[in-house]
């Protein structure tokens, strides 16, 4: 017990980050040694996390001030020249569309920074039903179609012609196609847009596929972070938030999503138990 005390009190004090020495004769006061060294692991664990969540919380605050002054700063200044009594009508008009505008941009961005607050809400529940996910898919991808056509862009549709059945939240499940769909058309370095809906062995697979030249492996393991940019120059139109929303619902869902470059195409997929 001498022994173990002493131990204690060196890691205690920051002298080492040794745990107990589990070289002792009596069975129960090794078993209490194993018990502390678990306890030490989960000491250690939690203070990683702590430090990571503390790391992560720092960037995000700096990220969130700058995607909002980026497009608050531009509105202040397309309306301080419409105020310019020299300026032509024409112009003037131009500069306040330009200027509402980028006040439904920052709209979106405060309503997706808001979506993902509450999203990470320990008390935030979904609500599993089993629903046809076919259908969801279908609806989702009408509702893009005027945005397809504005873009010039080929959707490719792979559905099975049965029903396919899924338990999780339905609400959920559309925002994360949404999300995905529209990252694509956004995104894509291409005019192809590819969907997929599989079902192997009680799972349930969503693949959506578009070209994505620019992109490294290391923008793809990146691509699920907050405020990612795989460009890094932060332009402002993209807040790097739309794929962070879709893996906190994967994630509230028990579900699974990974990325994959392949040949110059990004392969986004989302699993789901059937």
């Keep these: 017990m001498k022994k173990i005390g002493r131990q204690l009190q060196a890691y205690n004090q920051q002298k080492t980050n040794k745990k107990i020495d589990m070289a002792l004769l009596d069975q129960s006061i090794e078993n209490l040694g194993i018990e502390i060294n678990q306890l030490i692991d989960m000491h250690v664990k939690e203070k990683r996390e702590r430090i990571r969540s503390e790391n992560e919380l720092k960037q995000t605050i700096a990220n969130m001030s700058h995607d909002l002054r980026t497009p608050l700063t531009s509105i202040l200044g397309y309306i301080q020249m419409a105020e310019s009594n020299e300026l032509p009508d024409d112009e003037r008009r131009e500069y306040v569309s330009i200027a509402k505008n980028r006040a439904k941009r920052l709209e979106a961005l405060l309503n997706d920074f808001f979506e993902l607050s509450v999203i990470e809400s320990a008390d935030y529940q979904l609500k599993p039903e089993r629903f046809n996910i076919k259908n969801v898919t279908i609806d989702v991808l009408m509702s893009f179609f005027?945005?397809?056509?504005?873009?010039?862009?080929?959707?490719?549709?792979?559905?099975?012609?049965?029903?396919?059945?899924?338990?999780?939240?339905?609400?959920?499940?559309?925002?994360?196609?949404?999300?995905?769909?529209?990252?694509?058309?956004?995104?894509?370095?291409?005019?192809?847009?590819?969907?997929?809906?599989?079902?192997?062995?009680?799972?349930?697979?969503?693949?959506?596929?578009?070209?994505?030249?620019?992109?490294?492996?290391?923008?793809?393991?990146?691509?699920?972070?907050?405020?990612?940019?795989?460009?890094?120059?932060?332009?402002?139109?993209?807040?790097?938030?739309?794929?962070?929303?879709?893996?906190?619902?994967?994630?509230?869902?028990?579900?699974?999503?990974?990325?994959?470059?392949?040949?110059?195409?990004?392969?986004?997929?989302?699993?789901?138990?059937?």
Excluded at 183 to 199: P, Q, Y
Excluded at 214 to 222: F, I, P, Q, R, W
Excluded at 226 to 235: L, V
Aim: glycine share 4%; net charge negative; with cysteine.
């Design 146 to 274: 005027d945005r397809f056509n504005d873009k010039d862009m080929e959707l490719i549709i792979n559905i099975p012609e049965h029903n396919v059945f899924i338990t999780a939240d339905q609400s959920a499940v559309t925002r994360v196609i949404e999300n995905l769909i529209s990252n694509a058309i956004k995104h894509s370095s291409g005019n192809k847009v590819t969907v997929r809906l599989e079902e192997k062995k009680q799972v349930v697979r969503l693949i959506v596929q578009n070209e994505a030249h620019a992109l490294t492996e290391k923008d793809v393991a990146l691509l699920f972070d907050r405020f990612y940019m795989a460009d890094e120059s932060r332009s402002g139109k993209n807040t790097g938030l739309g794929l962070s929303i879709v893996k906190r619902f994967m994630e509230k869902m028990d579900g699974n999503i990974t990325s994959e470059l392949k040949d110059g195409q990004l392969l986004i997929v989302c699993e789901w138990l059937s």
